[in-house]
């Protein structure tokens, strides 16, 4: 599947192919409670409507976290598209809205938003952080997200008790997936 990224133009906001950035998930790599959300989640996303439209990988760095999203990229039919960090608090505005449009309207697929290092739109709401996470909150359950099936992906290190609870709301989130190091015994037979 390809994967598409937002880039800001003189002309507005724009996206742009980055190619196949998939890859085949070597199910060994990870615990057995991982693999069984990841399950879930792809089991979720296939459907309309989706059993929540937030994915929430979060550990820390190194545990696998973008692997997991790359073999997501493999395993189902969407648009897939990269978020800058530094736009992810412009994802309610009105120029985002017309690119979601017309994006809908070229690949009538679904669309998965992918944010690497979203902290900045999970982490309690704050004067820093309010925007990112109403725009989060907005494209999760609100009618414009329902309408154009908007479902995300987001990556962090931050830790589970420290998200917004809005966000961590049954209906809203379809999975927090905590990826951690396999077990001495695991890691020692790969």
């Known amino acids: 599947n390809m994967v598409y990224t ?75 598209l990269i978020v800058p960090s530094n736009l992810i608090d412009a994802l309610d505005k009105p120029e985002f809205i017309p690119l979601l449009s017309s994006i809908k309207r070229d690949h009538y697929k679904p669309i998965i938003l992918i944010m690497e290092d979203g902290d900045v739109c999970l982490v309690p709401r704050k004067s820093d952080n309010i925007s990112a996470v109403a725009s989060l909150l907005y494209l999760s359950d609100g009618i414009l997200g329902a309408m154009i099936d908007i479902k995300m992906i987001i990556s962090t290190n931050a830790s589970i008790r420290s998200m917004d609870e809005a966000i961590m709301r049954p209906g809203r989130l379809c999975r927090n997936i905590c990826v951690g190091a396999l077990d001495y015994s695991q890691a020692n037979l790969l």
Not at 59 to 78: E, F, M, N, V, W
């Open 6 to 80: 937002i880039i800001k133009t003189s002309g507005g906001l724009e996206i742009s192919n980055m190619g196949d950035g998939s890859s085949e998930l070597i199910r060994e790599n990870y615990r057995p409670e991982v693999l069984e959300d990841l399950d879930y989640v792809l089991a979720s996303f296939s459907k309309s409507p989706p059993n929540g439209r937030i994915c929430i990988l979060n550990g820390c760095p190194g545990s696998g976290k973008t692997y997991l999203i790359r073999s997501i990229l493999k395993q189902l039919d969407a648009m897939f």
